[in-house]
């Protein structure tokens, strides 16, 4: 019932004890979600500690959500902390930015969506409101010029690379797209595949997405709430960072005390 590649980030219909949690800290309301090895990025270098910076507690069995503890985080050279970080040996994006675009100034895993259909993919253009998701968005309330796939008859599932560029959105001088924020985009739909090629603003710019807006109202602990998987669609969308979307799911988005660290 889950829907995983590469980071391990779980999604449950309703949290068994079997699943288990992303890796996401916060610091500043911001959300971060773990997104490469520092080893498959060149160049990294771990800069100062970065202070205020928490884990959420992880209630992937369900009941109250544990109070969330300090872990250590450095900058990385270069990069704003409110951009990555790097935490345990893995960097961490917050949610917003947009990694595999042009402009983002760490360089992972090469990723291009559309090797197979640039002859045959058909070109569109849709419109619609961008719901964040690690390391990218989806559109909601999606008009297009031709027939693009659907979650839940509302939600579809933008990918990007290094061929797609945002025009009008950024922050800190890097690509950002705030949840909630109105879109045009240019892309090329090949099979189940929507690939962004050019997104613009198409209303008043929205400046940012909050830990509350991914992680739920209750990150910093209380009774168990559904997080925004179901409000925002989130589907499988990239090669390192993806999330999965259950109809009427719930995304566990806090990575559970103990669990064996990756890298």
Do not use: K
């Amino acid at each position: 019932m889950a829907a995983l590649l590469g980071s391990g980030w779980s999604v449950a219909a309703a949290a068994p004890a079997s699943a288990s949690c992303a890796f996401v800290v916060v610091r500043h309301d911001r959300a971060y979600f773990e997104l490469w090895r520092r080893r498959d990025v060149p160049g990294v270098r771990p800069g100062a500690l970065v202070a205020g910076t928490v884990e959420p507690g992880c209630n992937d069995t369900g009941g109250a959500v544990p109070a969330p503890t300090r872990v250590g985080a450095r900058q990385i050279a270069g990069v704003s902390p409110d951009v990555a970080m790097l935490v345990r040996g893995q960097i961490l994006v917050a949610v917003g930015y947009l990694p595999d675009v042009r402009g983002f100034p760490l360089h992972g895993p090469v990723v291009d969506q559309t090797p197979a259909c640039r002859r045959f993919g058909i070109p569109l253009t849709l419109t619609g409101v961008a719901r964040a998701r690690p390391a990218g968005i989806n559109v909601a309330s999606v008009h297009a010029s031709s027939p693009v796939p659907l979650v839940d008859h509302q939600v579809t599932t933008l990918l990007m690379d290094q061929h797609t560029r945002v025009d009008g959105l950024s922050r800190r001088g890097v690509p950002y797209i705030g949840d909630g924020q109105r879109v045009r985009i240019h892309a090329l739909r090949c099979g189940w595949r929507v690939v962004a090629r050019h997104i613009v603003a198409n209303g008043p710019i929205v400046l940012g997405t909050t830990a509350g807006d991914i992680l739920g109202a209750d990150w910093r602990g209380g009774p168990s709430i559904e997080t925004s998987a179901r409000r925002h669609g989130w589907v499988t969308a990239g090669l390192a960072a993806v999330t999965a979307a259950i109809a009427g799911g719930v995304l566990v988005a806090r990575r559970r005390p103990g669990a064996a660290r990756r890298g």
